[in-house]
């Protein structure tokens, strides 16, 4: 019982350490972010935080180098080629000769997207549900992923907030307090 109670209490020294390290970590994101000026655009998405844009930027650096979403689209690996082999052509198929973390961050912002964000979701039901040519839900996604790009991108350049169909645009979350 002894021994127990000890590992026990190893156990949660060891969990508020990783917890005090996990905030740390993302305070000092947060401060990384607003260091970049994207801060404010980025975060006026709704289903973005501090953690997933600034995991972004960090995978793409300044998005402004690049001279149109779909480089970045490509950059990621979501450029289409052709699914062949012989005499058999079986379709298109993402190339994923970029970098996979980025494929990955991407593929998790879409599900928070599809889940929180209103126009994600309608484009993934849309995607899902047409009647012609139908997309399987994880195709979706990454459909889905390529617009959180084009929308990222165009906020950066065009330097403005994420604004709904109405145009009108959307609160600014406030910085996260630790």
């Known amino acids: 019982m002894e021994s127990a109670r000890l590992r026990l209490n190893l156990l949660l020294n060891e969990l508020e350490l990783i917890e005090k390290s996990v ?21 006026s998405i709704k289903g973005v935080g501090v953690v997933t844009a600034a ?5 793409v650096g300044d998005p402004l180098r690049f001279q149109s979403a779909r480089q970045i689209a490509n950059y990621a690996g ?5 699914d ?7 379709g298109t198929c993402i190339s994923k000769r970029g970098r996979s973390q980025l494929r990955s961050l991407l593929y998790q912002m879409a599900l928070t997207m599809v889940a929180k964000n209103e126009e994600m979701k309608q484009l993934h039901k849309h995607l899902t549900s047409r009647s012609k040519n139908p997309l399987k839900k994880k ?15 165009s906020l950066l ?10 145009g009108r645009e959307l609160p600014i979350r406030p910085p996260l307090v630790y």
């Open 157 to 166: 350049k065009k330097q403005t907030t994420y604004a709904d169909k109405q």
């Open 78 to 82: 979501y450029n289409l080629v052709e």
């Open 23 to 43: 905030s740390e970590i993302e305070l000092s994101m947060e401060r990384m972010l607003s260091a970049t000026g994207y801060a404010e655009h980025l975060l």
């Open 84 to 90: 062949s082999s012989g005499k058999s052509v079986s």
């Open 139 to 153: 195709q979706s996604l990454v459909v889905v992923s390529k617009k959180i790009i084009t929308v990222i991108y």
């Open 55 to 59: 995991s972004f930027l960090g995978e």
